[in-house]
T-cell receptor, first 111, second 112 residues
Framework: DGGITQSPKYLFRKEGQNVTLSCEQNLNHDAMYWYRQDPGQGLRLIYY???????QKGDIAEGYSVSREKKESFPLTVTSAQKNPTAFYLC??????????FGQGTRLTVV | KQEVTQIPAALSVPEGENLVLNCSFT??????LQWFRQDPGKGLTSLLL?????REQTSGRLNASLDKSSGRSTLYIAASQPGDSATYLCAVEVNYGQNFVFGPGTRLSVLP
């Protein structure tokens, strides 16, 4: 089945630690996105990528980094510089003219 | 900067009612508009996509309309069922592959 897979579903981070969230898609979509969702708020864009080896900052990129070495993969690293990383993270992909597909999300908690 | 709002923030209706969810956006220069459903703790599921040149889309009991000039979209749900209970989000795509701007969502509860 085609879709987007995010892993892990739950992730715990200690203070000062970097963690990486995985996002893989087998839909052959060019564009991929990372969003953050906080309770009571809409989704906010962290980073997006339109093609391999290229990505752009979204509205809240500080404290995050990404890479796009393969079309299928768009991992997100939450660095120690992100002071309030506890949130629900959603990865998405799209192709021109069609609906966006979302993964099932990763819930990150700082312990 | 594009902003998206949704009214109401929450809605509770008895089973069988027809209902309308509203979405407004500030900049009419959009590529498309999508309605999504989100169940608690889950990702988003696309319900309907309306291209900027279209006026409406239908899927089963769902009908979405788009009025670009006034910056509005509505999602009509006919004969609501308890399984429709979820948060409904609308999002506008500013340009392909660049950004979806999301509204805060409408939390719908359909009571048996």
């Amino acid at each position: 089945d085609g879709g987007i897979t995010q892993s892990p579903k739950y992730l715990f981070r200690k203070e000062g630690q970097n963690v990486t969230l995985s996002c893989e898609q087998n839909l052959n979509h060019d564009a991929m996105y990372w969003y953050r969702q906080d309770p009571g708020q809409g989704l906010r864009l962290i980073y997006y990528s339109q093609i391999v080896n290229d990505f752009q900052k979204g509205d809240i990129a500080e404290g995050y980094s990404v890479s796009r070495e393969k079309k299928e993969s768009f991992p997100l690293t939450v660095t120690s510089a992100q002071k309030n990383p506890t949130a629900f993270y959603l990865c998405a992909s799209s192709v021109q003219g069609l609906s966006a597909f979302f993964g099932q999300g990763t819930r990150l908690t700082v312990v | 900067k594009q902003e998206v709002t949704q009214i109401p923030a929450a809605l509770s209706v008895p089973e069988g009612e027809n209902l309308v969810l509203n979405c407004s956006f500030t900049d009419s220069a959009i590529y498309n508009l999508q309605w999504f459903r989100q169940d608690p703790g889950k990702g988003l599921t696309s319900l309907l996509l309306i291209q900027s040149s279209q006026r409406e889309q239908t899927s089963g009991r769902l009908n979405a309309s788009l009025d670009k000039s006034s910056g509005r979209s509505t999602l009509y749900i006919a004969a609501s069922q308890p399984g429709d209970s979820a948060t409904y989000l609308c999002a506008v795509e500013v340009n392909y592959g660049q950004n979806f701007v999301f509204g805060p969502g409408t939390r719908l509860s359909v009571l048996p």
